[in-house]
């Protein structure tokens, strides 16, 4: 496989001279990695880059499904100001 980085908004892949993917580059990098025979190689050439993104840390007394519960409200409020704001212009 061969990995063209050249405009990082459009990184190519190219398998057998067929052009496989288009797109990402971090989505290229992994999509390389599933189709590579032996892929610590590929893990270790692209180290950096694999690790930039990073997965959101929660404090141990953060409860995922109360936050997302908090956003949902947030933003059904939101909306509702919105909302009212609009039939009042009118």
């Given amino acids: 496989m061969i990995i063209d980085m050249t405009v990082s908004s459009k990184t190519r892949l190219y398998r057998d001279d067929k052009l496989v993917f ?3 580059g971090y989505k290229a990098i992994t999509t390389m990695l599933k189709s590579s025979e032996d892929e610590q190689p590929v893990r270790d050439k692209f180290h950096a880059q ?21 956003a949902l409200a947030s933003h059904a409020q939101q909306e509702l100001i919105k909302n009212t704001k609009k039939k009042k212009n009118r």
Avoid at 50 to 70: H, V
Wanted: hydrophobic content about 25%.
């Fill in 22 to 24: 288009m797109g990402d």
């Fill in 50 to 70: 694999l690790n930039m993104r990073e997965k959101p840390r929660f404090s141990k007394g953060d409860d995922i499904e109360t936050l997302r519960k908090q």
